[in-house]
């Protein structure tokens, strides 16, 4: 550790100041729009204004479901990938890593479009349906919020495979033949210790997969088509098409707390753990 | 085969089936000698792979998102790179805000970071479409930079320094002596990953666009709402193999996962 | 002591606010080798690191050879320094480690070649030149790391836990290995151990540190016959350690006679001190209950709980042997003790 503050700050500054500049203060202006009334004085009108409509309710509602429903889904085929992968040897484990990780190099917009042909209506998904006589007019899959679901899922499913992937892998070793020594089932072994021990990975995972669900604009955008919408695409239709950036800030403040609440709720869970570890 | 010894295999099927499946599909759909953009693919052609490179749109785009890419990346690894040397080497205090203020575009949405970089520094300043771009690239990839060097710093011991500049070097000649060397691999890596990064941000250029400005997703998106043909399932699949190949030869030769 | 070769005058050195060494006087002379002996956090690293230049001095001055050096920066200082890690360049061959400093200093070619090659004879490296650091064992990293300092002829080599990340065979061959560069050419060693028997085998002068000041210099002899605090002796192996209250032992059940007539120096003594080799037992005014015992080859310990307090013994194995419990005689000789000039 070097002790020389002036050597340190010129070389901190820079960074420092170019987020602040270009990424802080104007967020933060952007977000004291909403709180202002005509006037320039503080205001709540916004907020009041924004709630009391039932589509943009249903908009906040479908947005904290589609989350939700991401991360819990994302979490219960984790696991299960996160073991097979886990049990392999290790030339194995690398390469199925690797293929896990392989989506997050490819182009949101190219995995969406993905989507289209796979769900649309002379998709793959129809034509196996009406094939086998599960249907005999195509379903309607595309734009809606199975559609949307069904790509975020696959958007964000590798972050939280590789979560649960390092948690797993730091797990201790004996922890499982111990307690299938003691006598536990495979449910009671999942539960008592597999989960309270790789809590903290489902935590990173689970973060990431719900604000990366909260938070993206190409697949609703795409898959929800402009009358499924999620707060993204409602923001983004605010500016684009209603010009209205009053509601725009309102929107982008609900998502940051959001995504900040869903940070700080899934950090104390994590420490609480810790706590209790350490208090051992 | 028991019912466990068919679970990993099962499981792993599914898994990859469900996560890769889609990108295969596109690059078949690629192949298509179709008109629109299905599958299975309607035939066999290299047609619109050809095409790719013949739309104009695609080209200026191309050339914008490359800009972006390499010029942010290059920019946040020159802002970043000082800023982790001094979070990690130096007693700093108030390096906890640092960090937070340097990682905070990752945490907020990129719509919200295009939106008020418009209404705030360019309306106001009149900043150019191409200049706030830049902009908000670098401070997009900002926080992956201070993060991948940071760990490839924290690897390295920082004695080697003290011990160059007993051996008569400078505080400077040390770093970029001893510690830039060993720390080249991590920012090869960052630079790699804030390149992918960038390259495949839509939120935040979605506002920052102008007649003949936009980044390569933006504009394929705009294209796909007019032409619903398999040119741009082409082009998906020529850059996901571009990506891909990138980081498999940064994996191979740098063990690029060691950093991110 | 005018001649000083490098001297520390009322050194204060701190980290932000903690004070680490207060007011530190020490002198040494040229060609000496001297060992900052004492417990993790005592403040010898930190000196050495004010030495090096490495940490800035808060007041005091720091003199080496005749010029006042507080402020130089550490690439100006001609001290060299041994790191624990041994701190290698990763990225540079054994060679190029070495030639790191002479290159520098803007000596090319031949020159170059001729004192880069001789550094490396001089540790017996001389056919691992090509190899990389992280392919040699540490015994040879070290060596690597102790040629690339003396090469540039320091005017204070400063090695840091020389010994502690050896194993024995190793550590004895790199006692043997500084002892012969430091006679050969002369140059002033310090190095800072938490290893007793470190600095005694190795060093000319031990200085011994704690809570950030010296608590006692002298020669391994003095220090381990002669320590001049309870702190030095309990550092150096005497387990057995009374305070002196008016010519008494001071025990947990009050004042207790010693053993015969105190010798003349320890009338003015603070405390009294026995290793474990120095107390008898079968004999003597003293009684104690065997606690534990415990064979180690030549010898037997033996922990007694008696009226002094806990005792450690140690007597030779060919000795009869006490069962646990048994009460026995035992005799601290007033005669044989070490007094302590201190006692806190």
Known sequence: MFQNRAEALALVLPAALFAAAVFLVPVVILLSDGFRDPTGGFSLAAYIEFFSSPLNQAVFLRTLKLGAMVTVVSAVIGYAAAFAIVGLTPTMKGRMTGLVVLPLMISPVARTYAWIVILGRTGIVNQAFQALGISDAPLRILFSETAIFIGLLQLFLPLMVISLISALENMPKDAVPAARVLGANWFQVFWKVILPLTREGLVIGGTLVFTGSLTAYITPAILGGSKVLMLETLMYQQVSVANNFVAASVIAFILIVMSFAANILLKRVATARNKVRSAK | ?260 | MSDAYLSLEKLTLAYGDTVAVGNLDLDIGKGELIALLGPSGCGKTTTMRAIAGLLPVKSGHIRLDGTDMTRTPPNKRAVGLVFQSYALFPHLSVYENVAFGLKLKGMRGSELDQKVRGGLTSVGLSSFADRKPAELSGGQQQRVALARSMVMEPKVLLLDEPLSNLDARLRLEMRTELQRVQKETGVTMIFVTHDQTEALSLADRIVVMKNGAIEQIGTPEDIYNRPASAFVADFVGFENIFALDQGKLKTEHGLADPSGALPGEALSAAGLAWRPRMVTLGSGPFRGTVRGTSFAGDRREYLLASDLGPIKAEVDASEPVHAPDAEIAFDLPAAKAAPLKRFA
């Not at chain 2, 469900?18 to 599958?39: D, H, R």
């Not at chain 2, 002596?177 to 991590?186: A, D, E």
């Open chain 2, 1 to 260: 085969m028991n019912a466990r010894s068919l679970f990993i295999p099962a499981t792993l099927f599914l898994v990859l089936a469900f996560l890769i499946g889609p990108f295969l599909i596109i690059v078949a759909a690629s192949f298509s000698a179709g008109e629109t953009l299905a599958f299975p693919p309607q035939g066999f052609s290299l047609r619109w792979i050809a095409k790719v490179f013949t739309v104009d749109s695609f080209r200026a785009s191309f050339a914008m998102s490359m800009f972006l890419a390499v010029g942010g990346t290059a920019a946040a690894l020159v802002l970043g790179i000082p800023a982790s040397y001094a979070l990690s080497r130096y007693r700093l205090p108030g390096a906890e805000i640092v960090r937070t203020i340097v990682s905070l575009p990752i945490i907020v949405p990129g719509i919200i970071v295009g939106l008020a970089l418009l209404r705030y520094v360019v309306v106001p300043f009149g900043v150019g479409i191409t200049p706030a771009l830049f902009l908000a690239h670098t401070a997009l990839i900002l926080p992956y930079a201070v993060r991948v060097v940071s760990a490839s710093l924290d690897n390295l011991r920082s004695d080697i320094e003290e011990a160059a500049v007993l051996l008569g070097s400078s505080r400077m000649g040390a770093f970029f002596r001893v510690v830039m060397p060993n720390i080249k691999g991590g920012i090869l890596s960052a630079f790699i990953l804030g390149f992918v990064t960038s390259f495949n941000q839509v939120p935040v250029s979605l506002f920052l666009s102008g007649p003949g400005v936009r980044t390569l997703p933006v504009d394929m998106i705009a294209y796909m709402e007019i032409v619903f043909d398999p040119s741009v399932a082409a082009l998906s699949s020529l850059l996901a193999f571009l990506s891909i190949g990138i980081v498999f030869a940064a994996e191979r030769f740098l063990g690029f996962s060691r950093y991110v």
